[in-house]
C-alpha cells in the first residue's frame, strides 16, 4: 500500500516535521538559559531570594525542554543522512564542516555544563555554577551560529565551485560561513528566542498575578519580560525588514510570494490579505494599501518589485503558505510591540502589576513567540523551494535512495513518539509551573524523601537560600 | 585556499578521529545504556534512584559523542554517510526512538509520581532498543553493504538477519557490563553487591559472544582469515586475544574481591581490545567491503578547516568532559539532584 507514496514528498514531511519539533525548544531554551544567567547574576550581586528561587524554578524547565531539545536534535543529525543522502554526498564538503563546528564547540559545551548547573550545588562554588550557567547560554548561541550560518548558506550560497564530479567544493571559508543571508537570520532568530521566553515568562506571571500567588516573583518576572517587549520586540521589527531587504536582494521569489504579487510592477501594493492561487496564478480577493509594498521594499513608492511570473512554473515556490505565514509571523510580531506600549504606559501609571485585563492579554500571548517563530521558519523554508541549495540543487534530487514505505512507517514512528514525549513535557512543564517558585518543597524528589541532608540545614522554611 | 594536504595524510588521520570518537561513544554511552539495560532487575526503589543518579549529569554529554560520530563522518566522509544512512534507515531511526525515550526519563521520571513506572520503563525499553539497534548495525556493517555508484544498492531490510540479531543481543551483554562495572564504581550497599552480581552473571555472556565474533568473521571473509592466520601477522596478533581473557580472568576475581574500581575501567578495556580487533579486521574500509575511507574522503580543504577546529576544541573538550566527571566524583547519592 506504501508503493504508491512518494518518498520525496514523505522525506519533506518527515523533515518539516521533526525540525519543526525540534526548533519548538531551542527557541525557549536560548532565550532562557540567558534569562536564568541574568537571575543567577542578580541573585549573586543582591542576595535577594526572590532571585534564587526564581532561578530553581525555571531551570527544572529549562532542563525538561533542553532534554527534548537534545533528543529531538540527535534526530536531526541523523535526517540529512537517512532522507537527504544525495545532498550530503553532493554538499558535503561545504555543510559537514560547519555542523562538525557546532557539535565542536557547542553541543559539548551545553551537555557538560548542564551538568554542572542541574546537578552541581553543594559541589561547585557559588561563582563556578554561576559559570556553568553562563557557559551554557553561551554554548546556545554558539550551536545558533553554526547551524544558521549552515541554513544561510544553503539560502544564499556562496564561496564554493561545482567540480567536474558534480560535487560542491569550497573555495572561500569566510565567504561560505559569513554569507550574505546569514548575519540577519542570525539576528532575527537570537531575538525571536529571547522575546519568545520573554512571553512564556510574562504570560506565567501573570497568571500568578492574576491568581494572586508568588506575587512578589510574577513582578519580577512580568518586569523582566516587559523590559523585552518594550526595548527587543521593536528592534526586532527593524532587523525583520532588513532581513526582508536582504532576501528580496538573494531570494526575490520568496518576496513575491510573501507579498503575494505576481506581476512586476512599479509603484506595487502591499497586499494586506487576499488569496494567492497558484492555478490562476493571482491573488484573488486581495485587499490592498497602494504603493506600499514598493515603498517598504525599495525605498520608493514607485520603486519596481518583481512579480512571481517572473519565474517559471516550476521554479515558484507554494505561495499560499508563505503568503500567510508570513502574515501570522508579521501579526504576532506587531501584537508583540504593542504589548510592550500597552506595558510601558500601565507602568508609568504605576498599574503595570495590577490590571486585570493586561493579566488576560499576557496570558493569552504566552504562546505567541512559538507560533511566529515556527510561522517565519516556514516562510523562510518554503519560501525558497524548490531549491534545497538556492539556485544550485533542487530539493526534488536530494533524496534518498529509501522508498516511500520505510520513509512513511518512521513518519508515523516520529509522530506518535513526538507526540507522547511532547504531551508528557508539556504536562511536566505545567505542574511545575502549578507548582510555582519558593514554595517549601514536602518531598524532596518524587520518593516521599524529606530535604536531603546536605542541604536542609541551609534551606530557610521560606525557601532555598544556596540556590 | 589553505589546506594541509602536502603536509600531512588527512583521510588518514580523520579515519582515526572518527574511529575514536565512535569508540569514545561506544564507552560513554556505553555504560549508561548498560544501566538502562540493568535498570528493571535492580532490587528496590532507592537502587533505581541511584543508579539514574549515578549517570544523569553525565548521559546527554556522552550522546554528544555520537552526534560527532554522525556529524564528523558527515564532515570527513560525506560520501560514506550518504551510502551508510540510506542502508542502515530503519536500524537508525530505531536507535534515535529509543534514545529520545531513555533520554526524556532522566528529566520526566523524578518529576513524575503514578507515572513513575512508565518512565522507568521508558529508560529500560529505550536503552535496550537503542542498544539492539547498534549491535545490529554493527553486524550488518562487518557483513558487508551492496553499494553502486555512489550510493546504496541493496533492500531495506539487508541488515535484518540472524548474524546481526547475534550481534544485538551481544552488544546488549556488553553494555550490561560496562554499566554493572560502573554501578560498582559509583554506588556502595546493597545496590553495589547486586552490581557485582549482575557483572559476574553477565561478564561470561560477554566472553561467550566476543569467542563467536571471532571466530565467525575469519571465516565469513578470506581477507579478514588471512590477516589474522598468516605468518607474522598471527604472531604480531596474538596478543590481542590474549590479553582479553587475561582481563576476563581479572575481572572475574576483581568482582570476587571487592575492588570498586578496577572492574569498570578493565571492562573498557576489553571493549578496546574487541574495537581493535575489528578495526583491524575491517581496515581499511569505511563502509565494509565497499568504500575506503580514502575514496570516501572529502575535499582536502574541508577536512582541513575541521581539523584546525578539531585540534584546538577537542582537548579542551576532553578537558571539561574530565572536569564533570570531577566535581560528580564519589558514589552516588538515591536523592533527587535539583
Not at chain 1, 83 to 100: C, E, K, Q, T
Not at chain 2, 244 to 270: N, Q
Request: net charge neutral; proline share 5%.
Amino acid at each position: 500500500m506504501f508503493d504508491t507514496l512518494d518518498p520525496v514528498l514523505l522525506a519533506r514531511i518527515q523533515f518539516a516535521f521533526t525540525i519543526s519539533f525540534h526548533i519548538i525548544f531551542p527557541a525557549f531554551t536560548i532565550g532562557l538559559a540567558s534569562w536564568l544567567a541574568v537571575l543567577e547574576w542578580r541573585w549573586l550581586r543582591t542576595g535577594n531570594t526572590i532571585y534564587a528561587e526564581l532561578y530553581r524554578m525555571w531551570v527544572k524547565i529549562f532542563a525538561v525542554a533542553f532534554g527534548m531539545g537534545v533528543v529531538s536534535g540527535v534526530v536531526m543529525s541523523f535526517q540529512f543522512g537517512t532522507n537527504w543522502s544525495v545532498f550530503s554526498d553532493i554538499a558535503g564538503n561545504v555543510m559537514g564542516p560547519l555542523l562538525g563546528y557546532e557539535v565542536l564547540t557547542a553541543f559539548f559545551l551545553e551537555a557538560s555544563f548542564l551538568g554542572v548547573m542541574l546537578f552541581g550545588w553543594n559541589r561547585v562554588s557559588p561563582k563556578m555554577h554561576f559559570a556553568s550557567t553562563v557557559i551554557v547560554a553561551v554554548g546556545t548561541i554558539i550551536s545558533a551560529f553554526w547551524i544558521l550560518s549552515a541554513n544561510s548558506w544553503m539560502q544564499t550560497p556562496q564561496g564554493f565551485r561545482e567540480g567536474a564530479d558534480g560535487l560542491l567544493y569550497p573555495t572561500d571559508w569566510l565567504a561560505i560561513v559569513f554569507n550574505p543571508s546569514f548575519p540577519f537570520r542570525f539576528t532575527h532568530m537570537i531575538i525571536a528566542a529571547y522575546l519568545t521566553t520573554a512571553f512564556v515568562v510574562a504570560g506565567i506571571g501573570a497568571f500568578y498575578l492574576f491568581r494572586r500567588r508568588h506575587v512578589r516573583h510574577a513582578r519580577v518576572m512580568v518586569g523582566m519580560a516587559m523590559i523585552m517587549a518594550v526595548f527587543v520586540a521593536p528592534t526586532q521589527l527593524l532587523v525583520g525588514d532588513l532581513h526582508g531587504l536582504n532576501t528580496l536582494e538573494h531570494q526575490p521569489a520568496k518576496v513575491a510570494a510573501m507579498e503575494g504579487l505576481w506581476e512586476t510592477q512599479r509603484g506595487a501594493p502591499l497586499v494586506l490579505f487576499g488569496w494567492p492561487d497558484q492555478e490562476r496564478q493571482e491573488t484573488r480577493f486581495a485587499l490592498e494599501i497602494p504603493k506600499l509594498s514598493s515603498l517598504i521594499l525599495t525605498h520608493d513608492p514607485d520603486g519596481e518589485v518583481k512579480g512571481l511570473k517572473e519565474w517559471p512554473r516550476d521554479e515558484q515556490p507554494p505561495v499560499a503558505w508563505v503568503f500567510w505565514c508570513f502574515r501570522i509571523m508579521v501579526g504576532i510580531g506587531m501584537l508583540m510591540i504593542l504589548t510592550g506600549l500597552m506595558a510601558a504606559v500601565l507602568f508609568l501609571r504605576k498599574r503595570l502589576f495590577d490590571t486585570r485585563w493586561f493579566q488576560y492579554w499576557c496570558m493569552a500571548l504566552t504562546p505567541s513567540g512559538f507560533v511566529a517563530v515556527l510561522a517565519g521558519w516556514f516562510v523562510t523554508e518554503i519560501g525558497r523551494q524548490p531549491w534545497i541549495i538556492y539556485n544550485v540543487m533542487r530539493t526534488a534530487e536530494a533524496v534518498s535512495p529509501v522508498g516511500g514505505q520505510p520513509i512513511a512507517l518512521s513518519l508515523a514512528a516520529f509522530v506518535v513518539t513526538y507526540a507522547v514525549v511532547f504531551g508528557a513535557g508539556i504536562y511536566y512543564i505545567g505542574r511545575l509551573i502549578a507548582k510555582g517558585p519558593g514554595d517549601p518543597e514536602e518531598a524532596y524528589g518524587a520518593h516521599g524523601v524529606k530535604r536531603p541532608p546536605l542541604v536542609a540545614p541551609e534551606v530557610a522554611d521560606e525557601g532555598g537560600s544556596h540556590v | 585556499m589553505f589546506s594541509l594536504e602536502a603536509f600531512i595524510d588527512l583521510p588518514m588521520i580523520w579515519y582515526g578521529l572518527i574511529i575514536t570518537a565512535v569508540m569514545l561513544y561506544v564507552i560513554l554511552d556505553g555504560f549508561d545504556l548498560g544501566v538502562g539495560i540493568l535498570f528493571p532487575f535492580a532490587p528496590s526503589e532507592k537502587c533505581r534512584d541511584r543508579m539514574m543518579n549515578s549517570i544523569a549529569p553525565f548521559w546527554d554529554g556522552n550522546e554528544t559523542w555520537l552526534v560527532l560520530g554522525g556529524g564528523g563522518l558527515f564532515a570527513a566522509f560525506p560520501l560514506a554517510y550518504a551510502i551508510l544512512m540510506p542502508a542502515l534507515y530503519i536500524p537508525v531511526t530505531l536507535m534515535l526512538l529509543g534514545l529520545i525515550f531513555r533520554g526524556v526519563a532522566f528529566e520526566f521520571r523524578f518529576k513524575a509520581r503514578k507515572s513513575r513506572r512508565i518512565w522507568d520503563y521508558s529508560f529500560h525499553v529505550g536503552s535496550l532498543l537503542a542498544t539492539i539497534m547498534q549491535g545490529m548495525i554493527l553486524g550488518a556493517l562487518v557483513q558487508g553493504v551492496s553499494v553502486s555508484g555512489r550510493s546504496f544498492a541493496g533492500g531495506t531490510f539487508d541488515w535484518i538477519n540472524a548474524y546481526s540479531v547475534m550481534t544485538g543481543v551481544a552488544l546488549v551483554f556488553g553494555y550490561a557490563l560496562l554499566g554493572s562495572t560502573w554501578l560498582v564504581m559509583k554506588t556502595d550497599g546493597i545496590t553495589q553487591s547486586w552490581a557485582r552480581r549482575s557483572a559476574s552473571y553477565v561478564l561470561g555472556y560477554v566472553g561467550l559472544f566476543i569467542a563467536v565474533v571471532s571466530i565467525s568473521m575469519p571465516i565469513m571473509k578470506d581477507t579478514i582469515r588471512d590477516l589474522w592466520f598468516s605468518l607474522p601477522n598471527v604472531i604480531y596478533l596474538l596478543p590481542v586475544p590474549l590479553t582479553t581473557a587475561l582481563l576476563f580472568v581479572f575481572i572475574w576475581r576483581d568482582l570476587h574481591t571487592g575492588r570498586e574500581y578496577r572492574p569498570f575501567f578493565m571492562s573498557i578495556g576489553i571493549f578496546l581490545l574487541g574495537y581493535l580487533g575489528l578495526g583491524i579486521s575491517l581496515w581499511p574500509w569505511i563502509v565494509p567491503h565497499a568504500v575506503s575511507f580514502r575514496q570516501a574522503a572529502a575535499a582536502p580543504e574541508s577536512q582541513s578547516l575541521l581539523l584546525v577546529g578539531t585540534a584546538v576544541m577537542l582537548p579542551v573538550v576532553l578537558a571539561y568532559t574530565a572536569y564533570c566527571y570531577y566535581v560528580f566524583r564519589g558514589k552516588a547519592s538515591h536523592e533527587s539532584g535539583y
